[in-house]
């Protein structure tokens, strides 16, 4: 499989506070890629810096071509701010330079109705702000999909269907996919590699053997809230 | 009544900052925006203590205004509002100290009879770059200014988006200069396009509504002005400004 993301001894720092500490890791072309760790871990960091948004020291480099979507945690908008969803796709869709009927498959891939994407952008519910988010990042064919996990505003039910969104996405355009999760359960089934990040260390490598119990404690630094994988690894 | 000639650069400032306001107000940079436009004072003043014209000496000052507000605006840990808000300020006060008399209150307030041939050309050629640049920057300005990690992701230089869009602002402020002054100029831009905010629900919404304002009060201003003799500029404002009151009672209706 061609690598479609090397990263050599990343760190960030702001200020005097190193937030993100010698990091080294590889992606595999289709594979998806979960990163794991306490609040304050620096997990959304890593993103940003990936995405050159924050200055870093090290290595990002990307498989050439690379185009990325990316779904980030929350973005601060105004409720009033006059901009519909499909004022929002149809801007990526010039960007990108694909034809405006993206915009509709963009979002039926997502389901999201089309009345919504009329809306402003700021009275969409949690949920449905993060399917527009997931509909803009997949418009221009992303060879790789970084997603956020958002903490707040999209219930447990609604978040195991994104990530069943994903997989079927994934197998149909064959995309790279990078998340941040704090959904153990779900990271586990449908995972290749975990990055789990804290302030004191980072481990990287398939689920089964990161995922551990004492891993888990040491990094969280208390009992958390994963039942361990007696039933196997699901497998992709 | 004026020619309907001498209206063609009023209307071309007006949809210049009516387009230009929409993205400034989105951006919800409404004070560094205000700002931007008070240090062409001191370029004016500049201008008249060593006798060239006066829109080169606003805009020579803009353009350094503009990338000062830019070099901020990238340093974010720096608190830009406070920064930008005593900088103009100080801009405004050195500007005024440097003009003094009827030239301090044309390039305040805007001196509309006085425009030469030159200028209207200049003014309309300028407002014709600023409208182009909005309408085809439209997408990468909106993406932006939603979230410049996104507009990253999407291939957008954030950087270079930035700063073109301030100086379009910087364009539209100096292409006013001679026709509002320096205060008013501004506020053309600004008001109409926080009236459109409070009407909108979609960018060609904002856009319209934007243009729409700024272009009637101007007109009013233009047209209106002279004939109950009141200065154009300061009647172009309070008619934007009585809108967007209006505005704020249609949107509590709502």
């Known amino acids: ?236 | 009544m004026p020619a309907i000639s001498a209206l063609l650069l009023p209307v071309g400032m007006a949809v210049a900052a009516g387009l230009v306001g929409s993205v400034a107000v989105m951006r919800r940079m409404t004070l560094a925006a205000d700002a931007i436009s008070h240090i062409a004072l001191p370029g004016v003043g500049l201008a008249l203590i060593f006798h060239f014209n006066p829109v080169l000496g606003a805009l020579a000052a803009l353009f350094v205004g503009t990338l000062l507000v830019w070099a901020v605006e990238r340093q974010t840990r720096i608190p830009t509002e406070a920064i930008i808000g005593v900088v103009f300020s100080a801009a405004l006060a050195v500007g005024s100290m440097m003009t003094s008399g009827e030239a301090l209150i044309d390039a305040l307030f805007g001196a509309p009879h006085t425009l030469g041939r030159a200028e209207l050309v200049l003014g309309g050629v300028a407002a014709v770059v600023v409208i182009a640049f909005i309408l085809r920057a439209r997408s990468e300005l909106v993406i932006t200014l939603v979230s410049p990690d996104l507009a990253r992701t999407a291939g957008i230089n954030v950087a270079r988006v930035d700063l073109l869009f301030l100086f379009a602002f910087a364009l539209t402020v100096a292409l006013g200069l001679r026709y509002l002054g320096v205060l008013l100029m501004g506020s053309l831009i600004i008001i109409p396009a926080a009236t459109a905010k409070q009407l909108a629900r979609s960018l060609s919404g904002m856009q319209l509504i934007a243009v729409g304002i700024a272009v009637f009060a101007t007109l009013v201003g233009a047209v209106a002005g002279p004939m109950v003799g009141v200065e154009t500029g300061p009647l172009t404002i309070v008619v934007a400004a009585a809108v967007f009151f209006v505005s704020l009672v249609v949107r509590r209706a709502q």
């Not at chain 1, 594979?31 to 794991?36: F, K």
């Not at chain 1, 399917?131 to 195991?160: C, H, I, K, N, Y």
Request: aromatic share 8%.
């Open chain 1, 1 to 236: 499989m061609p690598t479609a993301l090397e990263v050599q001894h990343l760190s960030v720092t702001f200020g005097q506070d190193r937030v993100v500490r010698d990091l080294s890791f590889a992606v595999e072309s289709g594979s998806t890629l979960a990163i794991i760790g306490p609040n304050g871990a620096g997990k959304t960091v890593v993103f940003r810096a990936l995405i050159g948004a924050v200055p870093y020291t090290g290595n990002v480099r990307w498989a050439p071509g690379t185009r990325i979507g990316y779904v980030p945690q929350k973005l601060d908008i105004e409720r009033d701010l006059p901009l519909t969803g499909i004022d929002f796709l149809r801007a990526k869709a010039d960007v990108s330079h694909v034809s405006r009927d993206e915009i509709a498959r963009a979002l039926d891939a997502v389901n999201l109705d089309m009345d919504f994407a009329r809306q402003s952008i700021g009275t969409l519910s949690g949920g449905q702000f993060q399917r527009l988010l997931v509909a803009f990042a997949l418009m221009g064919r992303p060879s790789v999909l970084l997603f956020d996990e958002p903490t707040a505003g999209v219930d447990q039910p609604g978040e195991e269907n994104i990530y069943a969104l994903f997989r079927q996405l994934q197998r149909e355009q064959g995309f790279t996919l990078l998340l941040i999760s704090h959904e153990l359960n779900l990271v586990y089934r449908y995972s290749d590699n975990v990055l789990c990040l804290s302030r004191r260390q980072s481990c990287f490598g398939p689920p089964i053997e990161v995922l551990t119990t004492e891993r888990l404690q040491e990094m969280y630094g208390a009992q958390v809230k994963f039942h361990d994988h007696e039933h196997g690894h699901a497998g992709h």
